[in-house]
């Protein structure tokens, strides 16, 4: 059982463009395209709250001119 293993393990070792020995998507067209469709969609929402925390999606009210601001 060990040389077996050992062997199993050399073998993934040595032939990495193999990739993950378990796919994270399926292997059927359509539902893989669903599953992909789902993930950018998340990926997209993640971007989005990250920048309604830090304040980023707000509008600017800076004005691209000088104001006095003062009573003349």
């Known amino acids: 059982m060990r040389r077996w293993l050992f062997a199993v393990l050399i073998c993934l070792s040595l ?4 990739g993950c020995i378990l796919p994270i998507y399926s292997a ?7 599953q992909l469709l789902y993930t950018s969609e998340n990926l997209r929402a993640l971007v989005q709250e990250w920048e309604r925390f830090w304040f980023i999606d707000q509008p600017d009210h800076m004005v691209p001119y000088r104001v006095h601001g003062g009573v003349i």
């Open 28 to 34: 059927l067209p359509e539902r893989r395209a669903e």
């Open 15 to 18: 032939t990495p463009s193999i």
